[in-house]
């Protein structure tokens, strides 16, 4: 028997229609590429994304198509967010921090056919464009005004927008339609693309409002620090349009002094983003006399994307600015635990609350963890065993864009993270290790494979491993340690050189050390575990 409900697809035009009708004056504030600072609101966001949906229609843009962005934090960010995804096309997000090669394989392997670019990204646009055969249109976000030369002919947004009505209805169609791709860092090989749905994003959304996910309400005026290129901004766009927050996008500047211009000019009461990001706003609070953490209006504080370290959530903290970790991936939407405290937390003294909020979070409803020993067999939560890291649950990706690493989910539908982790009597997570030799700066990957095969190609390299050793800005980069070829000289700087050429430029080692040889296993691996251990007190010249 079934019940007698009715059957609405979740959609995330629907989300959008409920923050033009039930919170129509919430604001959007926005700082943008050309300088001022832009306010709007839920309403007339929406009329400008209906307009946008009018324009890529008549650029040819259809259900299914990948409409590509190379874009910061900003308004007209957020309508593509909105009418790309509402018409039934696909919001692709591009990571411009990525090596170009990186972006144009993504581009490419995606199918993208219109991009759209801020104007700070008009050189790499205009650098890439031949090798983007696929793009049939280019979209500057800008006004004519501010039209840039450098990525060569392009249609400007405003331009585009100015010229519907903003008459157009949302269509209805199947909730488990993809509604964004986002890439991976491509941590081993090529970047993998994660394909949400409508379904997974508004599920999504509702968990970040509930108390026990991130608490988002209409009381809100969230800064918006994490980019919305990077997991869909951790669902905050399509969360804050489901409960009328108001948001708050820093544009092109996350320095600590912007950061904490705008939190407080804007009275912001939420925020979310890396630990490098906070690194720099406490510096900036440090260096400037007469400010303290008290001055920042936050009652709350996510740290995301790699684990935060305990002085930074102490210096919050003491400072009256709550701090919550949330644990995810690319793979999970990518909340997939927060660490709130439970109630009988509250009797607890500050050090000893912190030690909870050390750690990783507890799985939020419709998520499901566990951890495996290397045979398999699935390992008690008792917070003293560790293990492999599974997840499954209705926003847990089952597979990669295009088939990319074959069949991804275990017999019983769970997906390996790839991260090593221990989880407690209460199901807290803390995370261990990793599985990969991947090391994580900034709350960005880097692939040590990658690394070692670009260096291997120097005359002077006969064998070489990248590690990660720790920092106290970026909490791990890169040291490359090195064999010459018999009879070879080579300097750090050389190498560093070579590599420059070939990866991104923040993926580059802090270091070089040479070595007389690698520790290998029987088989001729190289034991990266034995690596750190002799480098685990290497102080790196940028620490």
Not at 211 to 230: I, K, N, Q, R
Request: aromatic fraction near 8%; proline fraction near 6%; charged fraction near 20%.
């Amino acid at each position: 028997m079934f019940g007698l409900m009715q059957d609405r697809p979740l959609l995330i035009s629907s989300l959008l229609e409920h923050a033009e009708t039930y919170h129509p004056g919430s604001e959007i504030v926005s700082a943008t590429c050309e300088g001022p600072v832009v306010r709007s609101t839920w309403k007339s966001l929406a009329l400008r994304a209906r307009k946008l949906a009018q324009a890529l229609q008549k650029l040819g843009v259809k259900p299914g198509d990948r409409v590509a962005t190379l874009a910061w934090n900003t308004h007209r960010h957020v309508e593509l967010y909105f009418a790309v995804s509402g018409m039934g096309a696909v919001l692709h997000t591009v990571n411009p921090r990525l090596f170009p090669e990186q972006i144009d394989y993504i581009v490419n392997h995606a199918g993208s056919t219109v991009l759209l670019f801020d104007i700070t990204f008009a050189k790499l646009v205009g650098d890439l464009r031949d090798r983007l055969p696929g793009v049939g249109h280019f979209v500057a976000l800008t006004d004519e005004a501010h039209m840039p030369a450098e990525a060569g002919p392009a249609l400007c947004y405003e331009t585009l927008l100015a010229a519907e009505e903003g008459v157009f209805d949302w269509p209805v169609f199947d909730e488990n339609t993809a509604s964004s791709l986002c890439y991976t860092s491509g941590t081993t090989g090529n970047p993998k693309g994660v394909l949400y749905s409508h379904r997974s994003s508004v599920l999504h959304s509702f968990m970040v409002c509930t108390v026990d996910g991130l608490a988002l309400s209409s009381a809100d005026t969230t800064l918006l620090v994490v980019p919305l290129f990077h997991v869909n901004a951790w669902g905050m766009p399509y969360a804050s349009a489901m409960c009328g927050a108001n948001l708050v996008l820093p544009g092109p500047k996350l320095d600590g002094e912007s950061v904490y211009k705008l939190a407080t000019a804007e009275t912001c009461t939420f925020t979310l983003g890396v630990p490098t990001v906070w690194l720099s706003l406490l510096q900036y609070i440090e260096n400037t006399p007469g400010l303290s953490v008290s001055d920042l209006p936050f009652t709350r504080l996510m740290i995301g994307g790699s684990a935060a370290p305990r002085a930074m959530i102490e210096t919050f903290e003491k400072g009256g600015v709550p701090v919550v970790q949330a644990w995810g991936m690319t793979e999970t939407s990518p909340v997939a635990a927060v660490g709130n405290l439970l109630p009988k937390h509250a009797a607890l003294s500050q050090e000893e609350q912190i030690d909870i909020k050390v750690r990783q979070g507890r799985a939020v409803y419709g998520v499901e963890l566990k951890i495996t020993d290397e045979e398999g067999a699935t390992l008690p939560h008792d917070g003293a065993r560790s293990g492999d890291l599974w997840v499954r649950g209705p926003w847990i990706t089952r597979g990669y864009f295009g088939g990319e690493g074959g069949e991804q989910l275990d017999a019983d539908g769970w997906f390996p993270t790839g991260d090593v982790a221990r989880i407690d009597t209460e199901g807290y997570v803390t995370l261990t290790d990793r599985s990969k030799d991947v090391i994580k700066s900034g709350g960005e990957w880097i692939s040590s494979i990658d690394l070692e095969n670009a260096v291997m190609g120097h005359a002077a390299v006969q064998q070489a491993a990248v590690i990660g050793v720790p920092h106290p800005k970026w909490q791990e980069r890169p040291l490359l340690v090195v064999v010459k070829k018999p009879g070879a000289e080579a300097e750090p700087k050389a190498l560093l050189d070579y590599l420059s050429e070939r990866v991104a430029r923040w993926w580059l080692p802090d270091d070089v050390v040479f070595v007389d040889a690698l520790p290998h296993t029987a088989t001729g691996k190289v034991q990266k575990l034995k690596l750190r251990e002799q480098f685990r007190d290497h102080v790196l010249p940028t620490a």
